[in-house]
């Protein structure tokens, strides 16, 4: 007879007290997560966080309250689980998972690792040090109402990198007001300062500087301490934007003054943000006005939508269209409030200006009308059910593997509306490794198109390697057989080369450069392919998602053998004897009546992300789709937004 412990059989049970798991982030999905853990009967939790409490949370992230606001997220989460389970030994983490001090040896000490993160980066980084570590992760994510879980395996399932993923359209708060480095942070800045000005202010949708970012003050005292003091300081009343710009009248000079040059000017005094970023450069608008060049005066040729103005244009459109959508709060009267519709003129033309403006500010490549307004219509919010739904699932999936029956584990995708078969939860058969992955593919290579006389060894470090392909601390080589270290993780050893181009190392057409990241013991070989002919502000471009267009292979099989990722032996560093010390991303299971409506936004047969899973339960077949054609989810920017899916 089955002995049970609750509602688990008695060896799970006991395998459950004693096994250590890891749980990456502790908001939306870490809170309701970790309560979860414990109740089922986890007793071995380590949770990190590097976020701290915002007040815009306590809707939905129930283990916090507002005494807790501008406090450690891991260390609150810790506390309010411990209620749940006094005897649970759990040790939180007020820090980044990218921290080197989270190597490969601290994953190897946990038995499974569930992500309840909310950016790119971070996700990528925890699938290598589990791929690394040979631990089993679980993915997860929300937007919305609809949600996903699913297993990854070295070996066994694909990787969280194996498939392009969609743009991300849920964003960190403070991302969005310190340190936004993609111009979809300054559009859904300037969408959340249309609100703050004209219409309905919101908690979620401040745009001030935060000074409770836990970047820039480490200490959670010292961030608790900050956001105490934002809401009171000393005998001064703080009034909300709206009250201080119909203060002003709205002038549109001292809005723009306030916005781009005060605003700015006190970021820079978190002088801890920008250590490792490149400073924000204020604006102010007399020295704008006297200094307007005549050629920013000249009609740009082209469709309207589709010009790019320079800066004093946007400056001069900013103006406009305050002054516009002050009219139309004056005509309306009282307190009348306007709602943000990308189809009305004036608050088009305002978030265009506002979001190019900050672009510029912080160094960004500012965009068109055209592009910025098929940015803007997709931010999604973040929904307490669907976590709640989506953490069960989490700790399911995580009961198969601690059972030893990961073969049974399942991708589980949560819709919005049933399907035919009446289902919101749609399982799926877990997919093997891809063989072209450049993460998890036994010879991990890639080709990128650039252009070797204007591409910096800066812009292939940062731009590339970090933001393209998510290393941490890269180091790379030349294969030219003398092994030229081009870049270097350790401090100071190749800063001199940062302004110099490929060109200038001998880097031509058909070269190869071999990426290390030792922290993640992750090597990448990249094959560079030279062209004059890339498109306006475009910097390079990945070939395809295999190497077959790559320039013939020079390594011999032993070479081939020793960069194989995950295995800890195997990977030398190529600049010292030692390693360095120092709310996105679902796809969508279509319900059988969509699906021969989505055939034409999804991406070319010839890139394989059409594809037929056996239903878990029914053995029937739902299409799995995955929007990887950046044009066509910007050119369906007014569709339903259930096929362009972003995470909590």
Known sequence: MVQLVGSLRKELADSLSSSAVLVVGAGGIGCELLKNLVLTGFKNIEVIDLDTIDVSNLNRQFLFQKK????????????????FCPSANITAYHDSIMNPDYNVEFFRKFVLVMNALDNRAARNHVNRMCLAADIPLIESGTAGYLGQVSVIKKGMTECYECQPKPTQKTFPGCTIRNTPSEPIHCIVWAKYLFNQLFGEEDADQEVSPDTADPEAAWNPEDTAARATASEKDGDIKRVSTKEWARSTGYDPVKLFNKLFKDDIMYLLTMDKLWKKRKAPAPLDWQQLENGARPQEETPATG????????????????????????????????????????????????????????????????????????????????????????????????????????????????????????????????????????????????????????????????RILKERFGMVAPDVQIEDGKGTILISSEEGETEANNDKFLSDFGIRNGSRLQGDDFLQDYTLLINVLHTEELERDVEFEVVGEAPDKAPPPQTNQEEVNSITNGNKDSAQPSTSSKAPSNDDDVMIVDSDEEEGASSSSAAPATAGTKRKHPDAETGETSTKRLRTDQSSASADADDDDDDIIALD
């Open 303 to 462: 469709l309207k939508d589709q010009q790019v103005l320079g800066v004093w244009g946007y400056c001069q459109l900013f103006q406009h269209s305050v002054e516009t959508l002050r009219t139309q709060l004056q005509d309306k009267g009282g307190n009348a409030e306007l709602v943000w519709d990308k189809d009305d003129p004036p608050a088009m033309d305002f978030v265009t200006a506002a979001s190019n403006l900050r672009m510029h500010i912080f160094s960004m490549n500012m965009k068109s009308r055209f592009d910025v307004k098929s940015m803007a219509g997709n931010i999604i919010p973040a929904i307490a059910t669907t976590n709640a739904i989506i953490a069960g699932l989490i700790v399911l999936e995580g009961l198969k593997i601690l059972s030893g029956e990961i073969e049974s584990c399942r991708s589980i995708f949560l819709n919005k509306c049933p399907n035919l078969r009446k289902k919101l939860l749609v399982p799926c058969i877990l997919d093997p490794p891809s063989a072209n992955c450049y993460v998890c593919a036994s010879r991990p290579e890639v080709t990128v198109k650039l252009n070797v006389n204007k591409t910096t060894v800066l812009a292939l470090q940062d």
């Open 68 to 83: 807790h606001v501008g406090k450690s997220k891991a260390q609150v989460a810790k506390e309010s689980a411990l209620q």
